[in-house]
């Protein structure tokens, strides 16, 4: 199909976007007009010359001609939002490309020397001097300066894509992004273990973006060390789950009081008030800007919160969300129950953030959806009874979540209903849920694979949470 009308009036309109320049240049080379195509490959400049040097999957580039034509047809949407989907494509392509060293590039002459480490978007020499900036690189822990967490898929053609998208709903974007690289378990991806640096995008201004991949198989070069990027990286992932409990913790006062919390401490009140466990110091920091997105979603709209915000599977939760005050995890935080792997996960969206080893009772355990009701520390006034430290009913039933002082049930169908957990799992848990979340209880659907990360989730609680005026009864 000819596209040759459609990129020349792209060009007119966009004259520095160079991989447009190239592909109408291969226009007119498949049509014999040498002329014009050279002329058109001199303005692709170093574009023309990684993609005549290197091999690049032919649907990768064709996905971007097509879209790129389909912008030029849809005159009407080509706002700054479309632009940033321009340069978002071909930061997907170029994380292919080696960088090129010679400022002036020949068509049908150049060469792509080996053994570079950066793949860039207009400014070549930027990457280099932003992957050898010192002030981007993590101190004592903190967030390295300018820079932004972000994660998705480690592998499948999904995650491009929602890069492509993230940056496309992105009206400003960062000076600096890192993605971290999630691995991905059937429909599920995997939260924090084994999650590292895929690759950083600097924002060097005026369109330009420089582009540093850490997957030696995408970008056929020797990445630099990204220790230190990781080990920040994961200190982001953890902050994100307290702000994820935060945030459903404050859907489900909601929920119930038909308006949100006016201030932390409503919702860590002594039982049987205690929407959540604890605090911590993320969540003080974070709980008016958090409540103030609450306030204002779905407003005049007519639209519920989760319809404004989008299910994970069509915006991935990324980097969209939270540059605009929302979490990472944004989708209320669920249990889901696998009763043939004795597995109970916690998840948001399609993200698997833990995923314990329990105990049940076979045919004995029922199935479908519940709520959690009563959150109890000590159930029965002890914390080594026969529902261990820490019990959380499922609606209005004899059914529980809750530790065990039988701790070699876990992984067996000996409990007469109930879902038995060990004394570290329940606990944590425990502080990661509130009251009034959603818990599936069915068979398959979880990796066996058990993810609890070597440092526990922890806060620190404020008030009674204990229920001696109650005997429970459930069904252990």
């Known amino acids: 199909m000819d596209h040759s009308p459609h990129l020349k ?15 109408l240049g291969k226009e007119y080379e498949s049509s014999g007009q040498e002329g014009k195509a050279n002329y058109c490959f001199n303005r692709a400049g170093e574009v023309f010359e990684a993609f005549e040097h290197k091999q690049i999957p032919a649907d990768v580039w064709m996905e971007y ?19 940033h989907l321009l340069t978002a494509l071909m930061v997907l392509l170029l994380i292919w490309v080696p960088s090129a060293n010679s400022p002036s590039i020949s068509p049908k002459s150049a060469s792509v020397p080996s053994g570079t480490e950066h793949a860039a978007v207009d400014h070549v020499e930027a990457a280099k001097a932003a992957a050898a ?4 690189k993590a101190q004592n822990g903190e967030p390295y300066a300018g820079g932004v967490f ?50 950083s995008v600097q924002n060097k201004g005026n369109g330009g973006l420089a582009v540093q991949s850490y997957d030696a198989a995408a970008c056929a070069c020797k990445p630099p060390d990204s220790e230190t990027l990781r080990i920040t990286g994961l200190k982001w992932a953890a902050g994100q789950e307290e ?19 006016q201030s932390l401490e409503e919702l860590t009140r002594d039982f049987p008030s205690n929407t959540m466990y604890g605090t911590t110091d993320g969540m003080k920091k974070a709980f008016t800007p958090l409540r103030n997105v609450l306030a204002s979603s779905g407003q005049g709209t007519g639209k519920t919160e989760e319809q404004n915000t989008g299910s994970a599977a069509e915006n991935s939760l990324l980097l969209a969300s939270s540059l605009h005050g929302r979490p990472f995890l944004g989708q209320p935080l669920r249990i889901v129950i696998d009763k043939s792997r004795h597995r109970l996960a916690l998840v948001s ?55 065990t002082n039988e701790p070699d049930s876990i992984g067996k169908n000996e409990s007469l209903g109930c879902v038995r957990m060990g ?30 990360p070597g440092s526990r989730f922890t806060s620190e609680p404020q008030h009674d949470q204990t229920n001696p005026r109650k005997t429970y009864h459930w069904l252990n």
């Open 150 to 199: 972000t994660a998705q898929a480690r592998q499948g053609s999904g995650a491009g894509t929602a890069f492509t998208e993230l940056l496309a709903k992105t009206s400003q974007m960062p000076s600096k992004i890192t993605v971290l690289g999630m691995e991905q378990r059937g429909t599920w991806l995997i939260w924090r273990d084994g999650m590292k640096p895929l690759l």
């Open 243 to 261: 702000l994820a409990v935060l945030n459903s913790a404050m859907r489900a006062f909601r929920s119930q009081h038909q308006r949100l919390p």
């Open 349 to 403: 969206g399609n993200i698997l953030i833990r995923n314990y080893p329990i105990g049940l009772g076979g045919d004995r355990t029922p199935e479908g959806k519940f709520v959690i009701t009563d959150k109890v520390v000590n159930p029965n006034g002890k914390s080594n009874g026969e529902f261990g430290s820490r019990g959380m009913q499922l609606s209005a039933t004899n059914y529980a979540i809750h530790g």
């Open 9 to 23: 009036s792209y060009v007119k309109k966009h004259p520095d976007n160079k991989m447009a320049w190239y592909l």
């Open 423 to 452: 004394k570290e799992d329940v606990e944590e848990l425990f502080a990661l849920v509130p009251s009034g979340t959603e818990v599936v209880i069915g068979n398959g659907g979880l990796p066996d694979q058990v993810l609890v």
């Open 65 to 83: 001609q097509d879209k790129l034509v389909q912008m030029s047809k849809e005159k009407e949407r080509r706002t700054a939002r479309t632009r």
């Open 133 to 136: 900036d010192p002030k981007e």
